[in-house]
């Protein structure tokens, strides 16, 4: 097809936006951990962007784009980028700009499982752990969803990510972080965030930069990215007020819930983006904000330190926002009914992509933790967790 | 009069309060530092090579109180400090001439 | 129309980027206030984000842009937006798209008003005074200027908003200021600004945001909106370098009064974006920077706790921005003459909305204030203030 | 030419993507400084922003991108944006989008040269020497490369800026210092950065912008902005993996290495943007992360104190990228080929741009510093430095 | 020689330390710290429950005056220090054996 | 046994630590602070007017040492922390009455 520059333009910027989420993750996370592990955690979200950049233009595109084998994983065609050119394919953008779309989406779908090694985990483990699991979880479950795989085809929807980046990298954390173990302390003492304005800054980043994760998704500036951004900025707002009131509930009203609610909103939206209008994702991310909480209260009832919460926020948002688009999908919106406009089907291939989603991610993010901390160990000894990762593995002081 | 200043780790300050309060031993100052103490901090092995971490982060607190309640305040403050690891810290008790309260401007202990 | 997929990217990525401009308010006022109250301080404007995008979607965008009711207010016709869908109304862009941008305005302006009662305010009075806000003040004066109200059929030009929000937030908040009261202390001791860095990261947010905001507001990606962008970064530096020079007359350079003449050029510059050529810009921007310094000045000399001041730069940068526009409106430009091209009639248009908009804002925010103050209180305790916002009203301390 | 809506909508985001970059500078620069200059440090950058920006639209534009007055600068015919309007000349975009997206990198090239000067600048001083130094260095270099001067006529490429921002940054940052002298203390006691996460979230604005810089200077949303999204984003990748493993091999991987090489790998990659694929964007990162680090160790054991590596990172890593686009480009990319494409021409043009820009930059620059320092004095007293230029230039404490 | 310490609300340093420099006291050291006294804090009404802020900021002002400085000493700082209300702080005054000039490495007062 | 305490310039500290190590002294305290002199800080020109800057940052250093370490405690810290220019600071010497190890809970120094 032929080039659109007001597509190419709109992809381009919403490319920049999720490149941004990145470190914005980064900064979220960074905020929530102690004064002494924070260039750590934000150099995570670095590196996760960088190693997966390079396996990306290597390999990643070519395992999730490529030619599907067998609808599990796409084929090598594409390796170093080998063919993926300046013109549009079948699209009304560059080939290498739908490229790096996709690429900045896998390489937040790293820096949001840092949450489960936070504090602990041995740099030189984490790259390659990285680029295992980006290689063996994340690029087969973008090929199923986006690159001609098997749940593409059962019809399973999923617009922006909530299965493929969301269930991915929550239900992983969830596996990493058993296998890593909870921090030297973890229930005993408080491990209060030591920057809650830098979680903030982070969460504004994310839900700036969460416009071009979701209207992005619609490759196109057009009705469809509109209606995308719009769900996605209710869904959010939806989610940050219940997450509030729901911690008000309990106690008082936290800021810190309001914007953990208001990512769970995004999240939720996330599959759900093209599919749903403005009223159902006031439900969806209403749900998403109580839903994350609770599950987040049940993680630390159970004394499990997935500690920053990527499972609790983006696993049960992600796995809500996929069953949710079986729900409230509206044929006016995207062109597919959900079980609200009768169409059981749709909920049903939603359950199924989700679930095979959780039970992959959850199953080989487990094996591969286990792989990498058996050979290298994932996690720095004690001494060096005390002293905080940022001086013993970096040799680092944030502040001076 | 005696000031009992408490060097110990930063997360043991929550228990020591309490202990503190079970105690009676309500009014503190606290302060953070960091400190080292015979062992030069931590070592850590790096490739071959040992790095010394010391001044490692560590919370003051300071208590003015009675003569006599010296004792009791060391014992509640080093069992509720204690881990048993380098690190744990030092008591240290110095002498007071003379406190006041600036509320009322009054001599208190 | 048929939809403009160049004019449609550019406002899906103003939208987002005035949406940043929300967190960059928090960010902003955050950094000025005490330690003790930078939670608070940033939380809010996520609340005003979180709390506006509801309401705008189920009754504020039809207020504000549904069939004109007297010229006052927008009749029902778009409730939970009823009619408002994916294609393009008489744009080029789809209409979710322009509620969108629209909402987004609508937000920034609650967040603005937040200087008036920053470490002061009860969150839960402050959530019902917001909402009644943005419903009877914001919604009426949007309506007003752009939705087919009286101020538009006058003549009364406001390009993006420099009545629309900066008066009615700035002049609301000197309203709302003295109703609430001054913080304990204040005039007595120093309440220094806690992290001066964070409000000027914030300010380098609104900058860019700034060019969504203005240059979005021309609804296309076209020459007037390159000049609103033009305009928008010149009168923003005019305005720096004007405060920081003044500031240096009266004794040192002041860098926070170099970013806050940035925010003065930037809102007086609002109105007159698409109308205006670069060089009055320059003579806008650095009359904004003075005139803004001085009116900070005044109020702190008359011992009003406006704490953050919105209403010297926003309040008075507007109004300024407005007569400005009657001034230096070029026909070249935007189609409209200014007072240096003759044409007095719109002077007097500019003068008289922007004067209605200053007594309406100022009236009614004075009464909604005395209300929600005499029924739930609008303010915290004397203990809870001592203690901070964060700890008293959210149970959160910002740094470990 | 017809205005494109799409070309135009990416170049107005384009430009303020670079806008963000310059108080992105601040940022990664303020983190840098102690805790007593970082206000200073900020506050540079905003100024920078704010002085370029009223003299590039005075005069600044019409030297760099007007006729050419013997190929060394260009002619005052644009002097006050004179016939500089909101129609399209030869482009798809309107002129003063052109000029606007122009100016930023003005402004940002001046900002990075206030590494030379860190904590040790008299304000006054900057002021007078910025407005000299993007006049008589910045614009003729500009009009050197872009605005038909000799190099562009000579055919040497420099896609987005290689040599003109960079190198002439970097090497005039070098002169700079040398003129400025060391800071007191240097090299006696440490001088840590006093927030490493600043300078995290400046690299992140930077890395975020810099797609903004590289791909619109395509001045189109086409391919070739594409191919230079995803060059940029691959180079600064490899830069960052290379610092971090080359700071690696010779103690602990450094996590400020690893955003320190993402700079260089943007750096490097600006001019050949548009002229190479990504396997040899791949290389020109991973080969600007070493050269760059390599680079400040040279620095720093030569006892010089060009405090913030300006020169180690843009002015190395803008040497490097020049040539690297003589070596790597690519007819299929950009229509040019290097050296690896058998043409030799490319690679001496290459060689004879950028060695010209070093040695311009660095000996006019250092004539300006010796002119200033003789007349106003470069430098604060070494009270005012031993107090920190936050309080002793601009009577503000960056934190309370 | 004596060391007159003094925990006082951080908004009245300024207060304090222009009543001392008309008194003649110029050298000082101040750090910041937290504290409590016995109220245990502030306590806030937060629907029917009640909840202690403790460890609210103080900051701490030490001087080593001459012992005869003591007396007014504390009348200055407890005079410019004081609110009337809880939380006003205490001073303590701790006997000092020297005191040494880093500059000039003799002793002084 | 006596708690030394210095309060000297931050830029200092790197020198004065290795100084003490060398002379065997290892446990310590550091704490940030700031202060002023005699000369009320630095006092800087500003366009005719003279604009004093107190409360200039420090770094405060405490060991507790044995009585007949003092000396050479005190002569080791104020030669590193020596640039004989006003704000090099200054060393006191308090009687401290009893020091506890909270690892062991026995009296040590
Ligand atoms: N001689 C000393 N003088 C001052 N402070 C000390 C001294 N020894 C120890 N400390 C303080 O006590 C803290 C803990 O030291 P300690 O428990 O003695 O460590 P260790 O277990 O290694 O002996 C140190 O970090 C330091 O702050
Ligand atoms: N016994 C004590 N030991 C050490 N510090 C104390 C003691 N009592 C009070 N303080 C310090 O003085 C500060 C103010 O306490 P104070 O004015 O006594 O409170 P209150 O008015 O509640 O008695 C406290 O925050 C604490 O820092
Ligand atoms: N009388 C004092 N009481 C407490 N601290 C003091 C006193 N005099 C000086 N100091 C501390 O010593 C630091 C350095 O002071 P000093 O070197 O005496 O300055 P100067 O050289 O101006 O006399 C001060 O910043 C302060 O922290």
Chains 1, 3, 4 share one sequence.
């Not at chain 1, 953008?93 to 739908?98: H, V």
């Not at chain 1, 972080?177 to 003492?189: P, S, Y």
């Not at chain 1, 995004?266 to 093209?274: D, E, F, H, N, S």
């Not at chain 1, 291939?349 to 792989?371: C, D, M, R, S, W």
């Amino acid at each position: 097809m032929v080039l659109d520059s007001g597509d190419t333009a709109w992809v381009l910027v919403a490319t920049a936006m999720v490149m941004l989420m990145i470190p914005g993750v980064g900064l979220f996370y960074g905020g929530l951990v102690r004064k002494k592990d924070v260039v750590s955690m934000i150099g995570l979200s670095f590196l996760a962007l960088a190693l997966v950049s390079v396996q990306w233009v290597l390999v990643g595109y070519s395992l999730s784009f490529g030619t599907s084998v067998g609808g599990f994983v796409g084929g090598l065609d594409f390796l170093g980028l080998r063919g993926v050119g300046m013109d549009t394919g079948d699209g009304t953008i560059p080939d290498l700009l739908f490229m790096v779309f996709q690429l900045v989406f896998a390489g937040i779908t790293l820096a949001i499982i840092t949450s489960a090694v936070a504090e602990r985990v041995r740099i030189g483990s984490f790259i390659v752990f990285g680029l295992l699991w980006t290689t063996l979880v994340y690029d087969p479950l973008a090929h199923w969803a986006w690159g001609g795989g098997w749940a593409g085809e059962l019809g399973a929807l999923d617009f922006a990510g909530g299965t493929v980046v969301h269930i991915s990298s929550g239900f992983g954390a969830l596996a990493l972080a058993l296998v890593i173990g909870k921090r030297i302390g973890f229930g005993d003492h408080d491990m209060e965030p030591h920057s809650i304005p830098m979680t903030m800054l982070g969460a504004a980043l994310l839900w700036f930069g969460w416009f071009g994760f979701n209207a992005g998704s619609a490759l196109a500036a057009d009705g469809l990215a509109a209606n995308a951004f719009v769900v996605t900025n209710v869904s959010a707002s939806a989610g940050a007020l219940a997450w509030l009131f729901a911690s008000w509930v309990k106690g008082k009203p936290s800021a810190l819930g309001m914007v953990s609610g208001g990512i769970a909103g995004l999240v939720a939206i996330t599959p759900a983006a093209g599919f749903v209008d403005a009223m159902a994702a006031l439900v969806i991310g209403a749900v998403a904000g109580i839903l994350c909480y609770m599950a987040l209260l049940f993680r630390v009832g159970k004394g499990l330190d997935e500690s920053l919460d990527a499972w609790a926020v983006h696993g049960m948002g992600g796995l809500w926002g996929a069953i949710a688009t079986g729900i409230f999908a509206v044929e006016a919106v995207g062109g597919y009914s959900g079980l609200l406009q009768g169409n059981v089907d749709q909920f049903v291939a939603q359950v199924i992509g989700a679930g095979a989603a959780v039970i992959y991610a959850f199953v080989v993010t487990y094996i591969l933790a286990k792989v990498v901390d058996a050979t290298m160990g994932l996690r720095v000894t004690e001494d060096e967790e005390y002293v905080g990762l940022d001086i013993s593995q970096h040799g680092e002081k944030a502040y001076a | 009069m005696m000031k009992v200043e408490a060097i110990i780790r930063p997360e043991r300050l929550e228990q020591v309060k309490k202990a503190l309060e079970e105690k009676g031993f309500v009014g503190m100052t606290v302060g953070e530092v960091t400190g080292r103490g015979e062992q030069k901090g931590i070592k850590l092995q790096f490739r071959g090579r040992t790095m010394d971490v010391d001044l490692l982060p560590k919370v003051r607190i300071e208590l003015i109180v009675k003569d006599e309640a010296v004792d009791s305040l060391i014992e509640t403050i080093s069992t509720a400090a204690r881990t048993g690891r380098p690190g744990d810290g030092r008591i240290f008790v110095i002498p007071v001439a003379r406190s006041v309260r600036v509320r009322t401007g009054e001599e208190v202990v």
